[in-house]
């Protein structure tokens, strides 16, 4: 089994400039996560999704980013425009349960460099 | 808002000790914690998961524990190994079902 598939794996871009992340999640996973991940910090939840649904987005600035799960399966996170703080690694993650006892299947993460 | 505390922040040992590496959190009501492994550049790999109702969890040389009431959770990693070099994570699960994670500890094992 592949895993938890993203790309891409690098990106560099210039302020004020679009870029979208993809996710693959495991097969028959249900529940799909994106967190963000700032150098020397630990993940941050930015949106969660239970099948095509997101259930908490909370902590997704709405501004400039936006993030979908269609049909449930792949999902795409879009930041636009992306500003310096947005250098971060991107990671999705996903489970099969709802419940409090699901474990996590981490991709290898994005990594957003802003100029 | 669940906080999630990790010391040290860094730890270097030599090749063969034993270590345990703390976590702490504020908000007691969780439904499990788990510890992950992140390698320089790659994602989070699980390592143990502990119910809120365990009070730990072994996987080898790898062992966990919970004192739900306290808020602690130690890992402890016997007979420690170069290839064991990684940063841990610990993250707590709350009843929205979300996971809340600490800013991690970064092992060094020297051969």
């Known amino acids: 089994e592949a895993g938890v598939v993203q790309s891409p794996r690098y990106k560099i871009i210039e302020k004020k400039q679009p870029v979208a992340f993809w996710c693959n999640p495991i097969s028959g996973h249900n529940t799909l996560y994106w967190y963000l991940q700032n150098l020397g910090q630990g993940p941050e939840l930015l949106i969660r999704y239970e099948n095509e649904e997101a259930v908490d987005d909370s902590q997704l600035p709405k501004d400039r980013f936006s993030a979908e799960r269609l049909k449930g399966v792949d999902s795409t996170l879009k930041i636009q425009p992306a500003e310096l703080g947005d250098s971060a690694v991107y990671l999705c993650?996903?489970?099969?349960?709802?419940?409090?006892?699901?474990?996590?299947?981490f991709g290898a993460g994005s990594r957003l460099t802003v100029l | 808002k669940q906080e999630v505390t990790q010391i040290p922040a860094a730890l270097s040992v030599p090749e063969g000790e034993n270590l345990v590496l703390n976590c702490s959190f504020t908000d007691s009501a969780i439904y499990n914690l788990q510890w992950f492994r992140q390698d320089p550049g790659k994602g989070l790999t699980s390592l143990l998961l502990?119910?809120?109702?365990?009070r730990e969890q072994t996987s080898g040389r790898l062992n966990a524990s919970l004192d739900k009431s306290s808020g602690r959770s130690t890992l402890y990693i016997a007979a420690s190994q170069p290839g064991d070099s990684a940063t841990y994570l610990c993250?707590?699960?709350?009843?929205?079902?979300?996971?809340?994670f600490g800013t991690g500890t970064r092992l060094t094992v020297i051969p």
């Open positions: 993650a996903s489970s099969f349960a709802t419940s409090g006892a699901n474990v996590l299947t």
């Open positions: 993250a707590v699960v709350t009843g929205a079902n979300n996971l809340f």
């Open positions: 502990i119910q809120s109702s365990q």
